[in-house]
């Protein structure tokens, strides 16, 4: 654990995201919290046996992602990592809006498709950018992933908690009735 957090504020640190001011101010008016004084919000192993890929999401509520690549990539076909900054915080936009301004983003940050080497990091904004594994076609890959947010550690056995369950478990002291 202690390395991922320091794999974590090394990336912060080099990519300046303590001073960076996303334009989601709402959710970082002050920039991005170091790693090695956030939370872990989940952390597990990522196994793709069966799996022929991920669909694109966010790993909203977190700040930042984690991937240690467990497999070297020679060990499977496809499966790659596609990455995009997706800054797009409210559905109330029309479909037309979002796509122009995802288009615009696309041509000033263009995606990024890659295949990590065995034993190294990828470390990443969690809410500004989308990704996905690409279709796999044979072998396996594997990572571990985590996830650190603005709150404490969550406790072990509990999976990306939300917002609303860590301030209820503040105030309950009970994970299993947080409503």
Not at 30 to 45: N, V
Request: proline residues 6%.
């Amino acid at each position: 654990v202690t390395q991922i957090r320091q794999t974590g504020h090394v990336a912060w640190k080099h990519g300046q995201w303590g001073s960076y001011t996303p334009p989601n101010t709402v959710m970082h008016p002050e920039g991005y919290k170091d790693p090695l004084q956030a939370g872990i919000r989940t952390s597990g192993h990522l196994d793709y046996t069966g799996w022929e890929a991920l669909g694109s999401h966010k790993d909203n509520d977190s700040l930042y992602t984690v991937l240690i690549v467990l497999t070297d990539p020679t060990d499977y076909e496809g499966g790659e990592l596609y990455m995009r900054v997706d800054r797009s915080t409210s559905t109330t936009s029309s479909d037309d809006e979002h796509n122009q301004r995802q288009r615009e983003l696309d041509q000033s940050h263009p995606p990024m498709i890659i295949k990590p080497d065995h034993y190294s990091a990828v470390v990443f904004l969690s809410d500004e950018n989308a990704h996905q594994v690409l279709q796999k076609h044979s072998g396996n890959r594997q990572t571990i992933g985590t996830e650190f947010w603005e709150y404490g550690d969550a406790p072990f056995g509990i999976m990306r908690p939300s917002p609303t369950m860590w301030h209820n478990f503040q105030r309950n002291h009970d994970w299993w009735n947080f409503q």
